[in-house]
C-alpha cells in the first residue's frame, strides 16, 4: 500500500525532507519497484558506457561524415540508445500520474527491462552482418521490447486524454504523444532497415517498391537507415524534453513565463510533427530534402531536415524550459529545488550550441571541413565533429536530462548540490572541450579531448551520486502509483494549455 501523501505535486512542506515512497508496479512483483528499475537503467547505462571505451577510445559511431558506419560500433550504439529511452519512459511516468491503468505502467516499466538487457547483450556481440544471427536476433527482441514501450505509451497519453483531465491536455502531454507516435514510426522504418541488411530484397516487393519509387536498392536501404537514425533521435529527445516542461515548473508558470513555455513547446511540437513527415517521405519515396542557404556553387548550404529539428524541435525547447527554470529561480517557494531545473536547461543549451548552432556553422562552410572529403583542408574537424554531435549531443545531453529528472525523484535534497553542479559542471567542459576540439586543435587526444574527459568525469561523478542516492533509497520517488491510487487533484488555471 502507498504511503500516504496530501498531494504528490505539490512535494514536501516548506523546509520538509521528503518522505520515502516506493512501490512495487504491481502485487505479484513485490520486488520491482519504481525506485529499483530506474536505479538499474541507470547503473546498467552507466556500465556499458565505460565498456565503450574498449572498443574505441574515445567511442565513434562513424570515423567521419563520408565514412561507411562500422556496424558493430552503430549496434552498440543501439544498446545505449535503447536504454536511454528506456530511461525516458520510466521519468515520463511520473506525468501519467493517477491518469493511466495499473496494466500501462506494468507494461512499460518490464519493456524497459527487457529492451535494456536485450539490446546490450545483444550489442556487445552483434559485431557483423550477416554472420552473428543469435546476437542479432537477441538485439531484435530488445528492439520490440522497445515497440512495446512505446505502444504502451501512446495508450497511457490516450487514457489520460479521456480522463479529461486538463493536465492531460496540456502541451508538454501533446508533445510527449507525438514524439510516441514518430518514434514508433522510426522504429519500424528501423526494422525494416535491419531486415534489409540482413536478408536483401528477400521478399521480391521490396525491390520492386524500390523500382517503382525510381531509386536503386541501395539507397532505398540507405534512406530508411537515415530517416530512422534522425527522427529516432530527435524524437527521444523532444519526449524527454517534454518530461522536464512538464516536471519543472510548467504547471505552476503564469504571465510571460506560461507564455514563451508554451510557445516554446508549441514549436517543438509542429517541429516533431513536420519531422516525421519529412522522413518517412525521404524513407519512402524519391523525395530530397532541399538545401537552405546555398552557397559556393551549392558546396555551402543547410539541410532543410536540419532546420526542422534543430530551430523547431531543439530551439523550441530551449525556449519552453528556460522561462520555466528562471521563474523557479526567483521563486521562493518553488515546489522543487531549483539546481536541477538550472541543469537542465544548461544541458538542453549544450544541445543547440553543440548539434544547431555549430552544425549549421559548419554546414555553411563546408568548402573548408569538407561534408566527409578526406581531402577537405578542415576534414579532420569535421571528422571530430560529426561523432562528438552525435554522440555527446544527441544521446549524452538528452540522457543526462533524463538522469536529472531521475535524481530529482531519487535524490534526497543532500545529494542535490553534488548532482547539479557537477551536472552544470560537465555540460560547461563538454562545450568548451568540444568546441576546441572541432574548431581549434582536431587532435584525436589533444587539449579537446583533454577538456571533454574531464566533462565526461563529472558527468560520471553526477550519475554516480544518482546512482548511491537511489540505492541507499533515501529520496522522495513517486514515479509510480499503485493500483487504485486517486489522481491527484490540480488547481485547473494552474494547468490549462
Not at 97 to 116: D, K, N, Q
Not at 225 to 242: K, R
Not at 391 to 408: E, H, K, N, S, T
Not at 432 to 448: C, I, Q, S, T
Amino acid at each position: 500500500m502507498r504511503t500516504h501523501q496530501t498531494d504528490p505535486a505539490a512535494g514536501p512542506a516548506h523546509g520538509a525532507e521528503p518522505s520515502t515512497v516506493d512501490t512495487a508496479i504491481g502485487p505479484s512483483m513485490p520486488w520491482l519497484t519504481a525506485r529499483r528499475a530506474i536505479t538499474f537503467v541507470i547503473a546498467w547505462l552507466a556500465a556499458f558506457t565505460v565498456g565503450s571505451l574498449a572498443i574505441s577510445n574515445p567511442f565513434a559511431s562513424e570515423k567521419a561524415a563520408g565514412a561507411t558506419p562500422d556496424y558493430w560500433h552503430v549496434m552498440y550504439l543501439h544498446a545505449l540508445l535503447i536504454g536511454m529511452v528506456g530511461l525516458i519512459a520510466l521519468v515520463v511516468l511520473e506525468m501519467f500520474e493517477g491518469y493511466c491503468s495499473r496494466h500501462v505502467r506494468i507494461g512499460i516499466v518490464l519493456g524497459v527491462v527487457a529492451a535494456t538487457v536485450l539490446t546490450a547483450v545483444g550489442g556487445i556481440w552483434d559485431t557483423r552482418v550477416p554472420g552473428a544471427e543469435v546476437a542479432m536476433w537477441t538485439q531484435i527482441a530488445g528492439f520490440f521490447a522497445l515497440d512495446e514501450i512505446l505502444v504502451f505509451l501512446i495508450i497511457g497519453f490516450a487514457e489520460a486524454w479521456r480522463s479529461g483531465a486538463q493536465a492531460a491536455r496540456s502541451l508538454p502531454f501533446v508533445t510527449a504523444l507525438l514524439a510516441s507516435v514518430s518514434m514508433l514510426v522510426a522504429a519500424v522504418m528501423g526494422h525494416l532497415a535491419g531486415w534489409i541488411l540482413e536478408y536483401g530484397d528477400r521478399p521480391a516487393i521490396l525491390g520492386h517498391y524500390a523500382h517503382l519509387i525510381g531509386v536503386p536498392f541501395a539507397t532505398f536501404r540507405d534512406n530508411l537507415i537515415g530517416s530512422h537514425s534522425h527522427e529516432m533521435a530527435v524524437a527521444s529527445m523532444a519526449l524527454v524534453l517534454a518530461a522536464a516542461v512538464y516536471r519543472f515548473g510548467y504547471r505552476e508558470a503564469t504571465g510571460l513565463s506560461r507564455a514563451l513555455s508554451r510557445t516554446g513547446m508549441a514549436l517543438t511540437a509542429v517541429g516533431v510533427v513536420t519531422m516525421t513527415a519529412v522522413y518517412v517521405a525521404m524513407a519512402a519515396t524519391s523525395w530530397v530534402v532541399p538545401t537552405l542557404f546555398q552557397s559556393a556553387n551549392g558546396s555551402n548550404g543547410v539541410a532543410g531536415d536540419d532546420v526542422v529539428t534543430g530551430v523547431l524541435a531543439m530551439g523550441g525547447g530551449l525556449l519552453a524550459l528556460w522561462p520555466i527554470v528562471v521563474r523557479a529561480a526567483t521563486s521562493a517557494h518553488a515546489r522543487f529545488g531549483r539546481l536541477f531545473p538550472l541543469a537542465t536547461a544548461w544541458a538542453w543549451t549544450g544541445v543547440v550550441l553543440g548539434v544547431v548552432i555549430a552544425g549549421f556553422w559548419i554546414e555553411l562552410h563546408e568548402t573548408f571541413f569538407g561534408a566527409g572529403s578526406a581531402s577537405a583542408k578542415g576534414a579532420a574537424n569535421d571528422a571530430v565533429f560529426t561523432w562528438l554531435h552525435q554522440d555527446v549531443g544527441l544521446f549524452v545531453l538528452p540522457a543526462l536530462v533524463a538522469v536529472l529528472l531521475a535524481a530529482d525523484r531519487l535524490a534526497a535534497h543532500g545529494y542535490h548540490g553534488v548532482i547539479g553542479w557537477s551536472a552544470i559542471g560537465a555540460v560547461t567542459m563538454l562545450l568548451l572541450g568540444g568546441g576546441v576540439w572541432v574548431f581549434v586543435n582536431p587532435a584525436l587526444h589533444g587539449a579537446g579531448y583533454v577538456l571533454s574527459t574531464v566533462g565526461m568525469a563529472l558527468l560520471g561523478i553526477c550519475i554516480v551520486t544518482t546512482i548511491v542516492s537511489g540505492l541507499l533509497g533515501d529520496g522522495k520517488l513517486r514515479l509510480l502509483f499503485p493500483h487504485g491510487t486517486h489522481r491527484p487533484h490540480r488547481p485547473a488555471h494552474a494547468i490549462h494549455g
